[in-house]
T-cell receptor, first 114, second 116 residues
């Protein structure tokens, strides 16, 4: 079965510190994609970063990086130099199988403290 | 500006009533999706459409219906058969094809549906 697991319901981080949000996945597909989205209190889902299963390098987008460990089936999001505006829900998602369908984890609520 | 517009932002449904949520995109994307989000949970796929006049059921399609008469529009109807419709509904779209490796889904701002 295809599944995304986020084991941290909530995380706290001090402003300007780095934080890692965990994500593990389960799929039997050889080709898949992993995504991270941010959902602020307004509700919209904002795309942050993508990692393809065949990508050899870990993805980076500004302050976001994805720590991809294929053998462990983990795709953790690292946010460097946290800002107050980073406080939000963060969802890990996987595209597997056909039709670009996404499977989402339950999310992690991140609170950044000044 | 290109984007995905969902309306209304808030919607109330009475018992036995069908309601329709609107989703319009001007990104020229081929595929569109509807997701449901319950409090404290991730998103679950209701319906998706890859081309005009074609759509497929997702994981929780019972009590919902959709149409795709135009590339830009993918309305979702919550029927009276959906006994627990209170949730946050998100629409997404993506360009797809072999040359589009990422196939990133972009989302609208959502519609919050409540039952009166």
């Amino acid at each position: 079965a295809q599944k995304i697991t986020q084991t941290q319901p909530g995380m706290f981080v001090q402003e300007k510190e780095a934080v890692t949000l965990d994500c593990t996945y389960d799929t039997s597909d050889q080709s898949y994609g992993l995504f991270w989205y941010k959902q602020p209190s307004s509700g919209e889902m904002i795309f942050l970063i993508y990692q393809g299963s065949y990508d050899e390098q870990n993805a980076t987008e500004g302050r976001y990086s994805l720590n991809f460990q294929k053998a462990r089936k983990s795709a953790n999001l690292v946010i460097s130099a946290s800002q107050l505006g980073d406080s939000a829900m963060y969802f890990c998602a996987m595209r597997a199988g056909g039709y670009n369908k996404l499977i989402f984890g339950a999310g992690t609520r991140l609170a950044v403290h000044p | 500006d290109g984007g995905i517009t969902q309306s209304p932002k808030y919607l109330f449904r009475k018992e036995g009533q069908n309601v329709t949520l609107s989703c319009e995109q001007n990104l020229n994307h081929d595929a569109m999706y509807w997701y449901r989000q319950d409090p404290g949970q991730g998103l679950r796929l209701i319906y998706y459409s890859q081309i005009v006049n074609d759509f497929q059921k997702g994981d929780i399609a019972e009590g919902y219906s959709v149409s795709r008469e135009k590339k830009e529009s993918f309305p979702l109807t919550v029927t009276s058969a959906q006994k627990n419709p209170t949730a946050f509904y998100l629409c997404a779209s993506t360009q797809q094809g072999q040359g589009v490796a990422k196939n990133i889904q972009y989302f609208g701002a959502g519609t919050r549906l409540s039952v009166l």
